[in-house]
């Protein structure tokens, strides 16, 4: 079976799409075969991601490794049904599959959190998206309870108790870090490590803003794959993207991964 990693987040922008590349990418140049699927079926910003990447491929003559991607069947089967047949039909080829969700609430979406191993939710550093974890007393700053999307990723935790699997691995990775802002930085830190020990997840430091991100996606490449385009010379700001996204593999803890870019 495939080590399911889903990544999901009611919420658009907040880098799930980049996140899914840049993690299916990762570990398809270390040797792992890497399945992808696309739940936002609207958008499809990360199968249009690997479709850029083939297309950049061809052009220049490369061959780097790559995500295998398949699209969810098409027809009148229910929700569960397709995503199943996708599921089976790439699952036997991958040791990792990678399923980005849609910012919204679906059903497929519900139903692929239930079948993940690990769940990353990326989280741009604002109280805006925090409300989606939990709701915060203006006042204080104190959390108040749980919001909507943890309360779906708390169904989908039962539902696989129900179904005798081992515990979802949450890691809510913290997106677009700005240089400035400390004193945001600062609270929204502190809140969720409040939170992640009421709820049960782990946060995990993940990517500064940067220009870099927008420029990556019509070639179809990640941080990871500049060395080997041609850039022989790394900016200073591309070194340190490309570290974070090693530490942030490395903080996924993923079974038979050990980094080593
Ligand atoms: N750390 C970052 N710095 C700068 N831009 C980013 C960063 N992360 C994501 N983006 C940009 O933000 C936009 C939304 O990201 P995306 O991954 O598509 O989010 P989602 O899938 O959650 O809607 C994209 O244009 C992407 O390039
Ligand atoms: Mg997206």
New binding site residues.
């Given amino acids: 079976m495939a080590h399911i990693i889903v990544v999901g987040?009611e919420?658009?922008?907040?880098?799930?799409?980049?996140?899914?590349?840049h993690v299916a990418t990762a570990l398809a140049r270390m040797g792992h075969r890497v399945g992808a699927l696309d739940l936002?079926l609207r958008?499809k910003?990360?199968a249009r991601y690997i479709e850029n990447r083939q297309a950049f491929l061809a052009r220049s003559g490369l061959t780097l490794p790559s995500p295998l991607y398949r699209d969810l069947p098409e027809g009148d089967a229910s929700d569960e049904d397709r995503l199943a047949a996708a599921m089976a039909g790439l699952g036997p080829q991958s040791d990792f599959l990678v399923i980005?969700c849609p910012?919204s609430h679906t059903r497929l979406s519900q139903l692929a959190h239930a079948m993940a191993d690990t769940l990353i939710t990326?989280l741009n550093d604002s109280f805006i998206d925090f409300d989606l974890l939990a709701r915060v007393d203006a006042e204080t700053g104190k959390v108040k309870g749980p919001s909507i999307y943890s309360e779906m990723v708390w169904s989908a935790r039962q539902m696989r108790a129900q179904a005798r699997r081992k515990p979802i691995d949450w890691i809510v990775l913290r997106?677009?870090?700005g240089s400035q802002q400390m004193h945001n930085k600062k609270k929204v830190g502190a809140a969720l490590e409040e939170l992640s020990r009421r709820i049960g997840f782990r946060v995990a430091p993940?990517?500064?803003?940067?220009?870099?991100?927008?420029e990556?996606?019509p070639r179809g490449l990640t941080l990871l794959d500049l060395k080997d385009t041609g850039v022989d010379q790394l900016t200073l700001s591309n070194v340190a993207a490309r570290q974070e996204v090693r530490d942030l593999i490395a903080e996924l803890r993923l079974p038979g991964v050990t980094p080593n870019f």
Avoid: A
């Fill in positions: 987040n919420k658009g922008g907040s880098g799930k799409s980049t996140t899914c590349m936002d958008q910003s990360f980005d910012g990326p997106n677009r870090l993940g990517f500064s803003e940067r220009v870099i991100f927008r990556l996606f």
